[in-house]
């Protein structure tokens, strides 16, 4: 179970995204702060344009495949590994991070290749 202090940050991370409505430098260190190695790697793969939405599901290319996110849920090693086996405390891998964020923006590539969303 993740920490109460995570949460709190977590928390506060997701209602600031939602006021701003953008990636500032401000919301990405709160990124980084809260979630670490894992924010940086959400945010390299979004301003990369990694996050793709083909339909109603959502894909995040990683650094050597492509991993299909349901709603907070990742086929990646790290997030069978280490998330769900709460052997870290955070409550979502890097992939579901960038997903999740994207959402929120309403920013991602449709189909495998185009012009981002506005």
């Given at each position: 179970?993740?920490s109460?202090?995570?949460?709190?940050k977590?928390?506060?991370?997701?209602?600031?995204?939602?006021?701003?409505?953008?990636?500032?430098?401000?919301?990405?260190?709160?990124?980084?702060?809260?979630?670490g190695?894992?924010?940086?790697?959400?945010?390299?793969?979004?301003?990369?344009?990694?996050?793709?939405?083909?339909?109603?599901r959502w894909?995040?290319r990683?650094?050597?495949?492509?991993?299909?996110?349901?709603r907070t849920?990742?086929?990646?090693?790290?997030?069978?590994?280490?998330?769900?086996?709460?052997?870290?405390?955070?409550?979502?891998?890097?992939?579901v991070?960038?997903?999740?964020?994207?959402e929120?923006?309403?920013?991602?590539?449709?189909?495998?290749?185009?012009?981002?969303?506005?």
């Amino acid at each position: 179970m993740v920490s109460e202090v995570f949460l709190r940050k977590r928390n506060e991370l997701f209602k600031k995204l939602k006021e701003v409505g953008l990636l500032t430098d401000e919301v990405r260190q709160t990124i980084v702060d809260t979630y670490g190695s894992r924010g940086r790697k959400a945010l390299e793969v979004i301003d990369r344009g990694g996050v793709v939405k083909r339909g109603r599901r959502w894909f995040v290319r990683g650094k050597g495949d492509e991993y299909e996110v349901v709603r907070t849920y990742c086929t990646c090693r790290d997030y069978v590994l280490n998330v769900v086996t709460e052997k870290v405390d955070v409550d979502m891998c890097y992939h579901v991070l960038a997903k999740v964020i994207c959402e929120m923006l309403d920013a991602y590539y449709m189909g495998g290749e185009g012009a981002p969303s506005d």
